[in-house]
């Protein structure tokens, strides 16, 4: 079992897309996939079908060790996939948890008392909110690698490098263990020539980190999230789903 986050403290990167679809595709391959929803927006909750009543119980209380995995941990439309839900809850206990001793290994203690759950699955996703709060440094703390999905244009180029140094920094002084597994190049628009440009740029200044495959742009991987479906299923056969499955492949070739 490796727990890889998902993260740049940039937004509007497609972070949370590229997440659940690249879960949703490991799902295609035969693999089991629990996704922890760390983004008090909950978008990840809600882009694979759970939506919350307000009596469930949610990340918070995961975080906050007032409820175990097995009573936060719900199942989405896919057999294969789960996912411990998240909403704006969240949001409002960062100050509690930025309170407690050790905040920033809170996530990962909370998995490590959880072992006998997470060893039935095959890999952890985390979804970290797009900044740089005391619940990304949780998600990166209790990972094994990190995946940067990332623009092509300038301004997310630019920002690359700080999302990169955090990562670095996080693992020199908190997590040894942290590995970068890739940058993943986002919602590509071959169309325009800053694309082409900013692949090359991308490749020259981080050699293989970067995938071989990124994602294409796509306007039904936009609506899917509502229908609460993954690509695969709201649009099969589309660019982007045999993005993701490519993505999907070669994220276990690099683990391996």
Do not use: W
């Amino acid at each position: 079992m490796k727990i890889i986050a998902f993260s740049n403290q940039k937004g509007g990167t497609g972070k949370t897309t590229a997440c659940v679809n690249t879960a949703a595709a490991l799902v295609k391959e035969g693999e089991r996939v629990l996704l922890l929803d760390l983004d008090p927006q909950g978008n990840a909750t809600v882009s694979v079908g759970v939506h919350l009543k307000p009596e469930d119980l949610t990340m918070a209380e995961f975080l906050l060790n007032n409820a175990r995995i097995e009573d936060v941990m719900v199942d989405s439309y896919l057999s294969d996939l789960s996912i411990i839900p998240s909403d704006t809850t969240l949001a409002h206990i960062e100050v509690e948890l930025i309170s407690r001793s050790k905040s920033q290994f809170l996530l990962k203690k909370a998995l490590e008392k959880s072992k006998d759950v997470l060893n039935s699955f095959d890999f952890v996703f985390i979804d970290c909110p797009p900044s740089l709060s005391i619940l990304t440094v949780n998600g990166l703390c209790a990972s094994d690698f990190v995946i940067i999905p990332v623009l092509c244009d300038y301004l997310s180029l630019e920002g690359l490098s700080h999302i990169i140094d955090t990562v670095r920094e996080i693992k020199s002084k908190l997590n040894p263990s942290l590995e970068i597994l890739g940058v993943l190049p986002n919602m590509i628009d071959r169309r325009l020539r800053i694309t082409e440009e900013s692949i090359v740029l991308l490749k020259k200044e981080f050699g293989n980190i970067v995938f071989r495959q990124g994602i294409s742009t796509c306007s039904r991987l936009r609506e899917a999230p509502s229908f609460g479906k993954a690509i695969f299923d709201y649009a099969k056969g589309s660019s982007a789903s045999d993005d993701f499955l490519t993505v999907a492949k070669e994220i276990k070739r690099r683990i391996k």
